[in-house]
């Protein structure tokens, strides 16, 4: 069965530091692979995803992802955090050829000044 | 155009009774989903209804839940008896033809509270 794990309940980075939030999975091919933010009091807004060809992915508000089969990994990163990437990140995997998105636990992102 | 929207944004009930959340997902999807998160918890899968399909009622905790869908329009979800493990946000989200590789559009979710 496929599943999703997000090694960090919670992280905390200064502003303008980097970011990197873990994501392994667990599937027997190559899946669908999402991340979504959820900011206080919204709904989750896709970041970005991957579903083939070039590993890494670009995604909104300067997000980047890099897909690594041999790790089975797909860590999101961000080269300077900013007060407003304060929020909750879900890492997803989608099964090909279904309709079932599985999400991890989320890793809660705080910035500091 | 508009997102997913869902209401009520809060509810509070006393365990026992049952309620009712509704999702308006984005005109077009036919795909529609139902999510549960508890607090600190992923989401966790309830139920997905695609176009005029049989629903995929596989991740409802028990009978006490059900959900309907108009079409491809409105969906409510029914919790009956509620109980007080069933506080949790509950989030509706909406695709355009329900494939894993569709970006879902969530909602903002409804509180539930069950005192």
């Known amino acids: 069965a496929q599943s999703v794990t997000q090694p960090d309940i919670h992280i905390t980075v200064s502003e303008g530091a980097s970011l990197e939030l873990r994501c392994n999975y667990s599937y027997g091919a190559t899946p669908y692979l999402f991340w979504y933010v959820q900011s206080p009091g919204q709904g989750l807004q896709l970041l970005l995803k991957y579903f083939s060809g070039d590993t890494l992915v670009q995604g909104i508000k300067g997000f980047e992802a890099e897909f690594k089969r041999s790790q089975s990994s797909f860590n999101l990163r961000k080269p300077s955090v900013h007060w407003s990437d304060a929020a909750e990140y879900f890492c997803?995997?989608?099964?090909?050829?279904?309709?079932?998105?599985?999400f991890g636990a989320g890793t809660r992102l705080f910035v500091k000044a | 155009g508009a997102g997913v929207s869902q209401s009520p944004s809060n509810k509070v009930t006393e365990k026992g009774k049952d309620v009712e959340l509704r999702c308006d997902p984005i005109?077009?999807?036919?795909?529609l989903y139902w999510y549960r998160q508890r607090l600190g918890q992923g989401l966790e899968f309830l139920i997905y209804f695609q176009g005029n399909s049989a629903p995929d009622k596989s991740g409802l905790p028990s009978d006490r839940f059900s959900a309907e869908r108009t079409g491809e329009s409105v969906s409510t979800l029914t919790i009956q008896r509620t109980q007080q493990e069933d506080s949790a946000v509950y989030l509706c989200a909406s695709s355009e033809d329900g494939g894993s590789r569709e970006t879902q559009y969530f909602g903002p979710g409804t509180r539930l509270l069950v005192l």
């Open positions: 997803a995997v989608g099964n090909t050829g279904g309709f079932k998105t599985i």
């Open positions: 005109s077009g999807h036919t795909a």
